[in-house]
């Protein structure tokens, strides 16, 4: 099984232009989250999906964008690139219903925006 | 509110050395408590869990435990390897939407 597949891994962006990251999952999992890693301050949730069709905004949602239009995908799109969204991007997924459920992590996608 | 606090890094110990990595937390209900590792270039992988108070979670020799009294989930190893370099993530989930909140990290490096 691949698990959780993030493409591309890596991306350079001029600031103003537009792109999505995109996530797969073929564990069959509800829910779904996209991360964002920076240094010094751990990951911050920025949107998640409890299944498909349904997306939430995260503690850091401002100039992100999300769609679940199936249950294995979870897309990321950032309309107008800044330089304060150079990060590395994590997508993860879990599944429903126990309080002890785990995270399983892609690889990251490295994004830089210049 | 939901929160985690690690302790600052870098940790830098000899091969064989004991290890304590310290995390607290704040959290409203019945959280569940994890330590996840990441490799360089790598993304996080789950190292131990523990779901209620005075569990101890434990894996590849490292072992953590659950104590409600002083809201902590301090992470501990006998005897570090090289191979342990990595940064560590404290976590909880909160008990409803499965939501998960992490502390910044700690990176450990382990010198032969």
């Not at chain 2, 110990?13 to 490799?39: D, H, K, R």
Request: overall charge positive; some cysteine.
């Amino acid at each position: 099984n691949a698990g959780v597949t993030q493409t591309p891994k890596f991306r350079v962006l001029k600031t103003g232009q537009s792109m999505t990251l995109l996530c797969a999952q073929d564990m069959n999992h509800e829910y779904m989250y996209w991360y964002r890693q920076d240094p010094g301050m751990g990951l911050r949730l920025i949107h998640y999906s409890v299944g498909e069709g349904t997306t939430a905004k995260g503690e850091v949602p401002d100039g992100y964008n999300v769609s679940r239009l199936k249950k294995q995908n979870f897309l990321l799109g950032l309309e107008s690139a800044a330089p304060s969204q150079t990060s590395v991007y994590f997508c993860a997924s879990s599944n429903a219903g126990s309080g002890a459920n785990v995270l399983t992590f892609g690889a990251g996608s490295r994004l830089t925006v210049l | 509110g939901n929160s985690v606090t690690q302790m600052e890094g870098p940790v830098t110990l000899s091969e064989e050395a004991f290890l304590t990595i310290n995390c607290t937390y704040t959290a409203t209900g019945y959280p569940s408590l994890f330590w996840y590792v990441q490799y360089p270039g790598e993304g996080l992988q789950l190292l131990l869990k523990a779901t209620k108070a005075d569990d101890k979670g434990s894996n590849k020799g490292f072992e953590a435990t659950y104590r409600k009294e002083t809201t902590s989930f301090h992470l501990e190893k006998g005897s570090v390897q090289v191979s342990d370099s990595a940064v560590y993530f404290c976590a909880l989930t909160s008990s409803n939407f499965n939501k998960f909140y992490f502390g910044s990290g700690t990176k450990l490096n382990v010198k032969p």
